[in-house]
Each structure stands twice: as structure tokens, then as C-alpha cells.
């Protein structure tokens, strides 16, 4: 079954670039030390910004098919969600964008090489007013045994266009539960905040500042709970260099955190806690369309 999953998936890969109109295709680096690792144990309740380190890599590409239609392809790693294959396809009609796909959880424990899930996200776009998204992404498996995991993510914005930028008010859900040794262990991401992202026509450079609430949390059901929350000021900044290549970094800063519960926040005040990501996108047009 995981070698016909696989297979589906680098099929799918193949056709969309073959009969590609145009390809989109990103690479993105991630390090983090916001993050509470999942070798954690009950007893191993200190947090000191040193030893709960993430770092990952991200790649995907998308390319249309026909006019509205277009299929996003890729591989993506999580602090919480962890690793995860995906092909999802984008309906694109007037104001109405629907992405709904597949996508494979990958290697995330010893028991469930390959688990199947299902994604769904809808966006209203009303030009140059207002804009409305939610989305829904969850797997299939229950926790009947040791190494069984399950993981879901809820997500919604809303936001609207000011002269020459755009308010952003958003809030995320991620959760992620395993079975280990008869008892479940829930990790948790909650955020919600503001961003504020500043453009001008014609010029390559956007900034976008985020204020948000940041929760991660371990829970160990029916026992200690490890909880982690911060307040971050985020700096976005994005560069068109040309038609073909943009680049973006965002950092995410803690302007102040503390640990609840049985957490023990032991961070040196000397320390900063952020996370840091790096990117970059390009796009191609198709061979007929030289």
C-alpha cells in the first residue's frame, strides 16, 4: 500500500509538469528554537531555548492545467503537523478559490510510514475591499496502537485592502496525537494576530509586520502538561526581483514568553526565541508559450 501511494503521487507529479501551461516552483529553509521537541517526556519539563531546536526544508511546485485550474505538488515539514506529502488541486473562479487534495503523512513514527489525510481550503476575494479565508485539513486513523498518530489543522482570515497595503486578522489551530506505550501524547499550536502588509505599485520590495499570540503546548493525557506561550512581532519581507524570481525572509521574534503549567521556562534573558525562514519562488513559463 505505501509503494502504491508513492507511486500515485510522483504520477500525478509527472503529469502536472507535462501538461504544465506554466510552473510555479518554491524552496524554503526553516530554523526555529520556539519549539518543544517530541523526544520530550513527562519529566523532562525544562525549557531553556538550547535544546528544543527545529529546523526543516520545504519544496513545492504548481502549475496550471487550464485556464482556472491548477494542481500544487510538494512536501512540507511542520513543528507540529511534522512531515507530509501533498497534491492538491486549485479551482479558481471569479472572486471563489477552492483547494481541496490529498496528502500523505511521511515517516512521522516507526508504526505509520505513509497515512492518508485530506485537505480543503475556500477563499472569497473582493478586489481591492476585502478578502475570507478558511481551511480544514485532517487525517484517517484512529489510535488503536502503540505508534498510531493523528493530526489535524484548523485555519481562517479575514482581511482588507487600505491604500497601499493590506490588514490581515488571522487565527490557526494545529494538533497532532499519538499513541505511546498505552497513553496519548497531544501536541498543540494555537496562534492568532494581525499583519499589516505595506506595497506600492510597481516597486519590487514588500514589508509586512505581525503582531501575534503564539501557544505550543504538550499534553500528556491524564498526566503533565508542557506549555509554551510567547508574544511575537514578526518582520516579512518579500523581493520580486524579477518576473521569474522572488525571494522572502521572515523573522519572528519573542518580545515576551513564559512556561504554564508544568513547564519550567528556564531561558537566559541574553537568549532571543524567534523563528527564521528563508525562501525563494520561481516561475517558468511552458515550453509552448516560448
Excluded at 521537541?37 to 525549557?47: C, G, L, W
Aim: hydrophobic share 40%.
Amino acid at each position: 500500500m505505501p509503494k502504491k501511494i508513492v507511486l500515485s503521487v510522483l504520477m500525478l507529479s509527472a503529469v502536472t509538469v507535462l501538461s504544465a501551461q506554466w510552473l510555479e516552483m518554491g524552496l524554503e529553509g526553516q530554523f526555529s528554537n520556539l519549539y518543544l521537541r517530541p523526544e520530550r517526556t513527562p519529566t523532562d519539563n525544562a525549557f531553556d531555548g538550547l535544546s528544543d531546536l527545529y529546523y526543516n526544508g520545504n519544496f513545492y511546485f504548481v502549475s496550471e492545467l487550464s485556464p482556472g485550474v491548477s494542481i500544487r505538488t510538494g512536501y512540507e515539514s511542520d513543528p507540529v503537523l511534522r512531515r507530509k506529502l501533498y497534491s492538491y488541486v486549485i479551482f479558481q473562479q471569479s472572486l471563489v478559490t477552492f483547494t481541496v487534495g490529498p496528502y500523505y503523512g511521511l515517516l512521522n513514527t516507526t508504526r505509520k510510514w505513509f497515512l492518508p489525510g485530506a485537505n480543503l481550503d475556500f477563499r472569497l476575494d473582493m478586489p481591492q475591499l476585502l478578502f475570507l479565508t478558511l481551511g480544514f485539513s485532517t487525517s484517517f486513523s484512529p489510535l488503536s496502537a502503540d505508534g498510531d498518530y493523528y493530526h489535524s489543522g484548523q485555519r481562517g482570515s479575514f482581511g482588507f485592502y487600505v491604500p497601499f497595503g493590506i490588514i490581515t486578522i488571522g487565527a490557526e489551530y494545529r494538533t497532532f496525537q499519538t499513541l505511546k506505550d498505552t497513553f496519548i501524547i497531544r501536541d498543540e499550536w494555537i496562534k492568532g494576530g494581525i499583519a499589516t502588509e505595506v506595497f506600492f505599485k510597481n516597486f519590487p520590495l514588500r514589508y509586512t509586520a505581525i503582531i501575534e499570540y503564539d501557544s505550543l503546548q504538550r499534553d500528556y493525557v491524564g498526566g503533565d502538561t508542557h506549555q509554551l506561550m510567547s508574544l511575537i512581532f514578526g518582520n516579512k519581507f518579500f523581493w520580486e526581483v524579477n518576473p521569474g524570481l522572488a525571494l522572502y525572509a521572515l523573522i519572528d521574534l519573542s518580545v515576551f514568553s513564559f512556561g504554564w503549567e508544568e513547564l519550567n521556562y528556564a531561558v537566559s534573558s541574553n537568549l532571543p526565541l524567534g523563528r527564521a525562514t528563508l525562501g525563494m519562488r520561481f516561475r517558468f513559463a511552458a515550453a509552448d508559450e516560448n
